[in-house]
């Protein structure tokens, strides 16, 4: 579509210009051809004359009814006064002319009229001619020549000087500067007419004809309150002519006093202002006149005595050199060269375009700060997430965040170095989190799981990984729920740390307290060795005896066979007791792993205390065993904690070493504890804890004994502990200690 | 004079030992009596007959080197025999010197209990036999009028008749009549036998 349009706007645009131009030469062709002859005295680039001519052709061009061809003869006259001149130059005008038909004749101030009054070729016979003067006074009434019409502008010297005379009202002198020429002459002599009435006013001084050289160094360096009132000056008195702006710009770049002047082509040469006349508009006067004379009308004489044309005009610079204050300018004075001329004549549009630029300005200032803002927003931003990522990214443990629906938000890139498998593919493969858990530990994953979404509350579990590579590993895996600033479920955020060293070290300590556990238990059977060697030399001796005994009945004449079979059962009953004891020792030095089992902490008292009873070699030792029959078992490793009473036993016989044979009273006691846990407790009569020993009772390598290792009771809180158990131990009101311990109670649910 | 059967007195408080002991003994024709405790022992009255005291060191309430003590105390005079489980030297000492005449490690063999016991009883016997001569003589000395006594002093140091009479102030014929009532009460045949009876009984001169 758009091509089309184009094509058709180039065709309609292509008509219109053709249409043109076949109109105009139709239009101008139809209109009357007018010649129009502009004669000028003086050279021909003058502004005067310029500004003059431009008014006039463009009121003339600006008809329809005529086309015009214009000559113009800028005819040098005052420079060149010479008679000969003036011959030869009538001779040529007329040699050119001679065969053009001139229609109208425009005759510029008085010497152009002389000239045509001289001469008055008959080629310009009967061709009407408008004369035209700056002043009245500059033209002599009646012309010289006959005339269609008379145009005047007005030189305002009057009104020009009052003026300034108002705006410097200390001034006492007024030179009048004037040149050589024939035309200087004549306006010097109408401004002398003219200014007669300030006379009793100022004094005036008329620097006339002077040499330009002289005529400066004159003005330079003029007395106070002194004013210039430049005239004209075409030729100094030197000879040299000038234009006359000219020489007045040579003038004032030096003046020391203010200048005023006459005509528009003065202003910008360094003239204060005045009532100046306009040359442009004196053109424009003429064309009309000329038109009206064209179209056969009566022209009639345009004079202008009031300067009603003349204009206020001002140069700005110079109104501020000379401090002339703007507000007492006459109403409607055109002030050029206003530094804020601009602003004068377009503070609106100004206004408008400085707004919009404000505005703009405003706007872009707001959105380049902005965009900074977003910049440094968007920069304090990647700075926050490469601070949070980094800090994410470089930890050592294995942290992610799963979102509620189970997919990871975050993974760790740590997790490849504990599980050997990128993030990504935990990304990829969600259900990854589970499978890389060892199948025997899945099922406490699960639970977890469930756990920590449906209750949303932090949690910790352990369990193992394969790796990639097939290593196992240990994690511990704690996760706390996430929830936003509105306390929505956003899924969990977990921490798995590696660890395997850990557990292995956990595992080497539980199998050196394992060891230890045994090795100290060793060393309590060693102490029971006595004892036990009592225990086991009883039923020995008493088999031996039966043997023998037997033997002699039986080699009697007539051996009592029912004697016989009684020592027999006895010898077998004997056995069997030795046997027990070897069992219990069996079993308190094998080492076995821990085991988990139902233990009846009684049958553990009764045996310990049959260990024991033949141990205590102490002479009067009593041990009295207070057992609750309804205590519920614990969970447990029987020798261990068999162990551990055997410990309390023989600490407590320990303690009574020097207690009187008559007072050493062992009381062992098994008691339920509010329902929930069991209490075995050892009281002795001995010489109580030292105070300061308290503390350090089940400290490792803590004896009072000479030869003791002090280990049991250590070994015993380990033991304990390691139950979930505590032990404690106290001295007794009534003299000796008592320790104790207790351990959680099965509550059967277990397997 | 008719000799009492010795009798083995067993002290344990481990019942199938004193059982086992009481038999082994038994059948080796010694009469036994069993003890479960060094008080029931105490307790017990006591023939008068020869025997030995078997003790175990280590028994509750009263151990055996506790009762053996206790049995000086009472001028209760069996050979002690010790057996223990776990005798330490010590132990075995104060024992002995205490007058043990054995230290058994149990267990022990049955030949040597039995022999350490025969020869206890044996020892025992003698001993038995030899208070009891002394208790008769004992006995009989106290039939005797304090002159008797005084002449049968006399007489063990040796004295002549002519010499008791000067000191006694008496005649040669009333001490001959005394010393042959002496002589009868004491069941001594001749001077020598006298004078050993008196020997026996401790009877001697404070010195001429």
């Known amino acids: 579509m758009r091509p089309t349009n184009h094509i058709i706007t180039s065709a309609a645009l292509l008509f219109l210009g053709w249409w043109f131009l076949l109109i105009s030469p139709e239009a101008s062709a139809s209109a009357p051809r007018e010649r129009i002859l502009l004669l000028f005295p003086y050279e021909s680039n003058v502004p005067g004359f310029i500004n003059f001519e431009a008014g006039f052709r463009s009121t003339l061009t600006a008809s329809k009814d005529f086309q015009f061809e214009f000559y113009v003869e800028c005819m040098d006259l005052t420079r060149f006064p010479d008679q000969r001149y003036h011959d030869k130059l009538m001779e040529l005008l007329r040699e050119k002319y001679s065969g053009l038909k001139i229609d109208l004749i425009v005759a510029a101030m008085r010497p152009t009229l002389d000239f045509l009054a001289q001469y008055s070729p008959e080629s310009f016979r009967g061709v009407p001619v408008i004369a035209y003067g700056q002043d009245p006074g500059l033209l002599l009434n009646p012309p010289p020549v006959p005339v269609a019409a008379m145009v005047t502008g007005r030189l305002d010297m009057e009104g020009t000087l009052a003026l300034a005379l108002r705006f410097h009202p200390d001034v006492r002198r007024v030179f009048v500067v004037a040149g050589a020429s024939s035309y200087d002459q004549a306006l010097e002599a109408a401004a002398k007419e003219a200014?007669?009435?300030?006379?009793?006013?100022?004094?005036?001084?008329?620097?006339?004809?002077?040499?330009?050289?002289?005529?400066?160094?004159?003005?330079?360096?003029?007395?106070?309150?002194?004013?210039?009132?430049?005239?004209?000056?075409?030729?100094?008195?030197?000879g040299r002519t000038f234009k006359s702006p000219q020489a007045l710009a040579l003038i004032s770049k030096q003046a020391n006093a203010p200048i005023y002047s006459l005509s528009d082509t003065y202003i910008d040469s360094g003239i204060v202002g005045g009532h100046l006349i306009s040359h442009s508009v004196q053109g424009a006067k003429v064309g009309q006149v000329a038109l009206r004379i064209l179209a056969g009308k009566k022209p009639g004489n345009l004079e202008s005595s009031e300067g009603s044309e003349n204009r206020y005009i001002f140069d700005a610079r110079q109104l501020k050199r000379w401090g002339v204050r703007e507000e007492s300018l006459p109403p409607g004075s055109d002030v050029r060269y206003r530094e804020f001329s601009l602003w004068a004549a377009y503070r609106w549009?100004?206004?408008?375009?400085?707004s919009v630029l404000f505005i703009q300005a405003f706007l872009i200032s707001a959105l380049v700060l902005s965009l900074r803002k977003q910049r440094r927003i968007d920069g304090a931003l990647r700075d926050a997430e490469a601070k949070y990522r980094t800090v994410a990214d470089f930890t050592h443990d294995w942290e992610y965040w799963l979102a509620p629906d189970g997919n990871p938000r975050y993974v760790s890139p740590s997790c490849e170095r504990i599980t050997g498998y990128a993030y990504r593919e935990f990304f990829e493969n969600p259900s990854l989190f589970r499978e890389v858990i060892v199948p025997e530990d899945r099922e406490d994953w699960d639970g977890h799981d469930l756990d920590s979404r449906m209750e949303r509350c932090s949690r910790g579990v352990q369990f193992r990984i394969r790796t990639r590579s097939g290593n196992i590993r240990w994690i511990e895996h704690m996760c706390r729920p996430v929830t936003n600033e509105r306390g929505e479920f956003q899924g969990v955020r977990a921490s798995n740390r590696d660890i395997t060293e850990r557990k292995n070290a956990e595992l080497e300590a539980q199998l050196h307290r394992e060891e230890l556990t045994h090795v100290t238990r060793i060393v309590t059977v060693g102490e029971l060795a006595t004892s036990l060697a009592h225990e086991i030399n009883q039923p020995l001796t008493a088999i031996r005896c039966n043997a023998e005994a037997a033997q002699r009945f039986l080699s009697g004449a007539a051996p009592d066979l029912d004697e016989v079979r009684t020592i027999l059962d006895d010898i077998i009953q004997d056995d069997a007791r030795a046997g027990e004891v070897i069992r219990r020792i069996r079993a308190l030095v094998k080492k076995e792993p821990l085991r988990r089992e139902a233990v009846v902490l009684n049958d553990a008292v009764r045996e310990s205390i049959a260990l024991v009873r033949n141990a205590s070699f102490l002479a009067g030792l009593s041990i009295v065993a207070e057992l609750d029959t309804e205590l519920p078992p614990v969970q447990g490793?029987?020798?261990?904690?068999?162990?551990?009473?055997?410990?309390?036993?023989?600490?407590?016989?320990?303690?009574?070493?020097?207690?009187?044979?008559?007072?050493?009273?062992?009381?062992?006691?098994?008691?339920?504890?509010?329902?929930?846990?069991?209490?075995?407790?050892?009281?002795?009569?001995?010489?109580?804890?030292?105070k300061?020993?308290?503390?350090?009772?089940?400290?490792?390598?803590?004896?009072?004994?000479?030869?003791?290792?002090?280990?049991?009771?250590?070994?015993?809180?380990?033991?304990?502990?390691?139950?979930?158990?505590?032990?404690?131990?106290?001295?007794?009101?009534e003299g000796g200690a008592t320790f104790y311990f207790t351990l959680p109670a099965d509550r059967g649910d277990q397997p | 004079m008719k000799d009492e059967k010795p009798v083995v007195y067993v002290v344990d408080d481990d019942p199938s030992v004193l059982k086992s002991l009481e038999r082994l003994l038994r059948s080796a024709s010694f009469d036994v009596e069993t003890f479960s405790s060094a008080l029931e022992f105490l307790d017990f009255h006591h023939r008068d007959a020869p025997g030995c005291l078997i003790l175990d060191v280590k028994m509750p309430e009263l151990s055996g080197l506790e009762l053996q003590e206790r049995l000086t105390g009472r001028d209760i005079a069996f050979p002690v025999i010790f057996i223990t489980g776990h005798g330490t030297i010590p132990m075995s000492v104060q024992a002995m010197k205490a007058g043990a005449i054995d230290f058994l490690q149990k267990p022990f063999l049955d030949k040597d209990l039995l022999d350490i016991v025969s020869r206890a009883v044996a020892t025992n016997l003698q001993e038995w036999q030899a208070q009891r001569e002394l208790r008769k003589l004992r006995e009989r000395l106290e039939t005797l009028t304090p002159r008797e006594v005084e002449v049968l002093r006399l007489v063990a140091t040796g004295m002549l008749n002519k010499q008791i009479a000067f000191d006694l102030g008496t005649s040669e014929k009333t001490i001959k009549v005394h010393r042959a009532r002496v002589m009868e009460k004491l069941n001594a045949a001749s001077l020598a036998d006298l004078v050993r009876v008196a020997d026996k009984l401790g009877i001697r001169s404070s010195g001429g």
């Open chain 1, 195 to 238: 200014l007669r009435g300030f006379e009793n006013q100022v004094e005036l001084v008329y620097l006339t004809g002077l040499p330009i050289d002289e005529l400066i160094q004159r003005t330079s360096s003029l007395p106070e309150h002194s004013l210039l009132f430049y005239i004209a000056v075409f030729r100094d008195g030197s």
């Open chain 1, 692 to 733: 300061n020993d308290m503390d350090r009772l089940f400290e490792p390598f803590f004896t009072t004994k000479a030869d003791g290792l002090g280990m049991g009771l250590s070994i015993s809180r380990t033991i304990i502990k390691a139950h979930g158990g505590t032990i404690g131990a106290e001295n007794n009101p």
């Open chain 1, 637 to 690: 490793d029987r020798v261990q904690l068999q162990q551990v009473v055997l410990n309390l036993l023989l600490n407590g016989t320990a303690a009574m070493r020097d207690t009187s044979p008559d007072s050493r009273k062992l009381v062992i006691t098994t008691a339920k504890q509010d329902g929930r846990s069991v209490m075995v407790s050892v009281k002795d009569s001995g010489t109580g804890i030292d």
């Open chain 1, 349 to 354: 549009q100004i206004v408008g375009v400085v």
